[in-house]
């Protein structure tokens, strides 16, 4: 079944984890799409401060996080017990990282936290 002996193989595909972690990232991405949008270009929110490019930082961290997610998601739905909690755990960093850009309008974050969740209880 499996080329490689040592590695485990999952029963079961983790869908539900993919599913979460996809939509979670989606969110995600369009978070960080939208404040790149009215928050640097048409400066409906920008960052004055002592710095003030710190603000596109936040953008470029949201569309980051949002792509990431979404990839990891493409790798959790393996049934590869390794790739499953590899990607599981990037997930998770990265649905952390979401928060500084709101989160993908917090429902990204949650999504993509339990997501990651699920798919470290199914590698596990």
């Known amino acids: ?8 193989l999952l029963s079961t595909k983790p869908t539900v984890a993919y599913l979460l972690v996809l939509i979670g990232g989606v969110f995600v991405l369009l ?41 990891a998601s493409m790798r959790i ?7 499953v909690e590899t990607w599981s755990v990037i997930a998770l960093v990265f ?6 850009d709101m989160g993908g309008f917090g429902i990204g974050f949650v999504l993509g ?9 199914a590698g596990a």
């Open 31 to 71: 978070g960080g799409l939208l404040t790149a949008i009215f928050g640097s270009f048409w400066g409906f929110m920008m960052f004055r401060g002592p710095y003030p490019g710190a603000f596109s930082f936040v953008w470029v961290l949201g569309i980051a996080s949002g792509l990431i997610m979404m990839i």
């Open 113 to 121: 936290l339990i997501g990651s969740i699920l798919g470290l209880a």
């Open 95 to 100: 649905a952390l990282l979401s928060i500084v």
């Open 77 to 83: 739905n393996s049934l590869k017990k390794a790739d």
């Open 1 to 8: 079944m499996a080329r490689n002996k040592r590695e485990r």
